[in-house]
């Protein structure tokens, strides 16, 4: 097993830095103190956040075009737990990990669970594929899986999400995510309604299978494998099928599956409203499902989602507690520096809406001030909260500075020593 980041480097590395940070957490906690906050109340709430980590997000990603392997990425399942437990240790808030099924299907399951418990890792939600076929498989998914004309396909794509159930069983996860390609690439190709309808019917068999103390959720998109008509294409169509299935099941918001200039904070808002909101997979988007890194292009509209999602952690919203995870493609970057690098882009969009001042927020929109209602928002936005994730990181055994440490501690090198490249790795586009 590659070795993981070494405890003393961490903390040779933090001792660095760790003067200057304590004299920026004054200064930023005098600062907040003059608006009533508590910094260590925040920095405390910090700590305690946690956003999952893609397992297929630990290798390089690419397009429809081309991928490039990056060094000594993961070819397994075992290898991209070891890459996440680097992501962990140096950035203290990715304990989860979500996998993709049949991508990481191994023989034993309890192998895996005693492997990612000695890591220090837990499992996130399991994520099913039928947007492909496996080799030698009977009923193909080409024109669809739980929506296929063809009973024999969707009966394939329902029992390979009832085995995803099982898997996640062995691993102690408690949710199924469920997005499908199915749609259709020409104007008639598909009977709109028909198509809606074997896809419920399908959910509802998989929706029977699940446990009482299990979530599933939709994830909507709204192009791409299908062009011109996409089964679950936006929020609307995700959340008639939640309410159609049942109180278990809920909408996954994937901030690159809209179209451009789409309000997902008020999606966000109507779902916790309707006790819909089951999870996120946080990336970034330019034209369309890019998965860039998350908070590298709209940083305030990543803020104003944890505004939305803020808020209703104070008001102690019912039924209340989405999933966190990234779900983005690494083409040029190291996606270990690219998970560490988002991972801290969200908690630090948490952060800044923990010190909006909603006492006067709510007075200025009774009141109808526009002007100081958005002023007020660009405030804690504009704080720069960083001391307080590097304190959190720092009081979690974590590192002051992830990157830097990363670099140093020349993990990635060793495994491109460790792992040479065998063409495929069940990693990749996404
Ligand atoms: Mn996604």
């Given amino acids: 097993m590659t070795q993981r980041i070494d405890k003393g480097l961490i903390a040779e590395q933090n001792a660095k830095l760790e003067a200057n940070l304590k004299e920026d957490y004054q200064a930023l906690g005098n600062k907040l103190s003059r608006d009533g906050i508590n910094i260590d109340e925040i920095t405390a709430k910090a700590e305690a956040f946690q956003i999952a980590v893609p397992s297929w997000g630990t290798g390089t990603g690419g397009t429809r075009f081309a991928r490039f392997p990056g060094e000594g990425e993961p070819r397994n399942i075992w290898e991209k737990l070891e890459d996440s437990a680097v992501i962990n240790d140096l950035s203290q808030c990715t304990e989860r990990v979500s996998p993709h099924f049949p991508w990481d299907k191994v023989d034993d399951f309890s192998e895996l669970k005693q492997t990612s418990d000695s890591l220090g890792l837990k499992?996130?939600?399991?994520?099913?594929?039928?947007?492909?076929?496996?080799?030698?498989?009977?009923?193909?998914?080409?024109?669809?899986?739980?929506?296929?004309?063809?009973?024999?396909?969707?009966?394939?794509?329902?029992?390979?999400?009832?085995?995803?159930?099982?898997?996640?069983?062995?691993?102690?996860?408690?949710?199924?995510?469920?997005?499908?390609?199915?749609?259709?690439?020409?104007?008639?190709?598909?009977?709109?309604?028909?198509?809606?309808?074997?896809?419920?019917?399908?959910?509802?068999?998989?929706?029977?299978?699940?446990?009482?103390d299990w979530e599933l959720h939709i994830e909507h998109k709204m192009f791409e494998p299908a062009f011109y008509s996409t089964i679950i294409q936006d929020w609307g169509s995700n959340v008639l099928a939640a309410m159609e299935l049942g109180p278990q099941a809920k909408s996954l918001v994937d901030l690159g599956h809209h179209a451009p200039n789409v309000n997902i904070e008020m999606i966000v808002s109507r779902l916790i409203q309707f006790k819909k909101l089951g999870g996120f997979h946080f990336n970034d988007s330019k034209y369309g499902d890019d998965d860039l890194d998350s908070g590298s292009l709209h940083p305030y509209q990543q803020f104003l989602i944890f505004n939305e999602l803020v808020d209703a952690e104070y008001r102690n919203q019912a039924e209340f507690g989405p999933n966190y995870m990234l779900d983005q493609s690494h083409n040029v970057t190291d996606p270990i520096e690219s998970l560490m690098n988002s991972a801290a882009s969200v908690q630090r969009s948490y952060v800044s809406a923990l010190i909006v001042d909603r006492t006067k927020l709510t007075e200025y929109q009774t009141a109808n001030d526009a002007l100081m209602c958005s002023n007020t928002l660009k405030?804690?936005?504009?704080?720069?909260?960083?001391?307080?994730?590097?304190?959190?990181?720092?009081?979690?055994?974590?590192?002051?500075?992830?990157?830097?440490?990363?670099?140093?501690?020349?993990?990635?090198?060793?495994?491109?020593?460790?792992?040479?490249?065998?063409?495929?790795?069940?990693?990749?586009?996404?």
């Fill in 379 to 430: 405030k804690a936005f504009t704080t720069d909260v960083s001391p307080i994730l590097e304190m959190a990181r720092l009081r979690k055994g974590g590192a002051i500075d992830p990157i830097a440490v990363y670099r140093q501690s020349g993990y990635r090198a060793q495994a491109g020593a460790e792992r040479p490249n065998t063409g495929g790795n069940g990693s990749g586009i996404v």
């Fill in 123 to 212: 499992w996130d939600s399991i994520n099913s594929n039928t947007f492909q076929d496996q080799p030698g498989q009977e009923h193909s998914f080409k024109y669809g899986s739980l929506s296929n004309t063809s009973a024999a396909s969707r009966d394939l794509a329902i029992q390979h999400n009832l085995d995803c159930i099982e898997y996640g069983k062995a691993l102690d996860s408690k949710t199924l995510t469920v997005w499908v390609g199915d749609g259709s690439n020409h104007p008639g190709q598909q009977h709109f309604q028909h198509a809606f309808e074997r896809y419920l019917e399908s959910m509802k068999t998989i929706y029977a299978g699940l446990p009482a």
